[in-house]
């Protein structure tokens, strides 16, 4: 079983939509949760960072942490054709250490 | 403020030449991390880099990899010998040394082995 298992895509939605977008793990240790954004050919950008269970909001993006259930959920309301991207969950067990990432999921939002 | 500054960006080498991809962290920051990027996959962690020390290479490979992070000057990921499967995007990161902060990346590095 993989650390990290994020829902596989592609997903394309209409434009106006909200998008869910979903990562499971297996390291109880995991502490601190990440999602991050990736335009093609691009470096990943960081979104949402996020250290307690709960939801955390930023404009149209909220992060919901379950750390019960070991899940972790990224919403988009509002989509929008520049959304379109790769959207990557990672965690990491302590300050400053490495990042496992989930497969990534690629969302296409139709104008 | 110049963020993580990472160079070549696209990188081309024959078989068994040799690849050095630089990363200059975004200034005042104290950590480094290299991670690879292969085609339909996520990306993942190779090493984790401090100022002239590696804290933790346990995604490097064992052979022809190898990474650095000079008191002065840019950190370093070499590659000897490179082959077709090295072919990848290599990310560079950075975080100051505050805990409880994240990682910012640069645009990558795109190695390919022809």
């Known amino acids: 079983q993989k650390e990290v298992e994020q829902d596989p895509g592609p997903l394309s939605v209409p434009e106006g939509a909200i998008v869910s977008l979903n990562c499971t793990y297996s390291?109880?240790?995991?502490?601190?949760f990440m999602w991050y954004r990736q335009y093609s050919r691009k470096g990943p950008e960081l979104l949402m960072y996020?250290?307690?269970?709960g939801n955390k909001e930023d404009g149209r993006f909220t992060a919901q942490v379950d750390k019960s259930s070991k899940y972790i959920s990224l919403f988009i309301r509002d989509s929008q054709p520049s959304d379109s991207a790769t959207y990557l969950c990672?965690?990491?067990?302590?300050?400053?250490?490495?990042?496992?990432f989930g497969k990534g999921i690629t969302l296409s939002v139709r104008p | 403020n110049a963020g993580v500054m990472q160079n070549p960006r696209h990188l081309v080498r024959r078989r068994g030449q040799e690849a050095r991809l630089r990363c200059s962290p975004v200034?005042?920051?104290?950590?480094v991390y290299w991670y690879r990027q292969l085609p339909e996959e996520g990306l993942k962690f190779m090493v984790y880099?401090?100022?002239?020390?590696?804290?933790?290479e346990s995604g490097m490979p064992k052979e022809r990899f190898s990474a650095e992070f000079p008191k002065e000057g840019p950190s370093i990921l070499r590659i000897q010998q490179v082959v077709r499967g090295d072919s990848a995007a290599y990310f560079c990161?950075?975080?100051?040394?505050?805990?409880?902060?994240?990682?910012?990346f640069g645009q990558g590095t795109r190695l390919t082995v022809v």
């Open positions: 996020t250290y307690s269970s």
């Open positions: 390291n109880s240790a995991f502490q601190y």
């Open positions: 990161a950075s975080s100051p040394q505050t805990a409880n902060t994240e990682a910012f």
């Open positions: 200034k005042g920051h104290s950590h």
């Open positions: 880099l401090q100022k002239e020390n590696i804290i933790d």
């Open positions: 990672a965690m990491r067990t302590g300050a400053n250490s490495k990042l496992t």
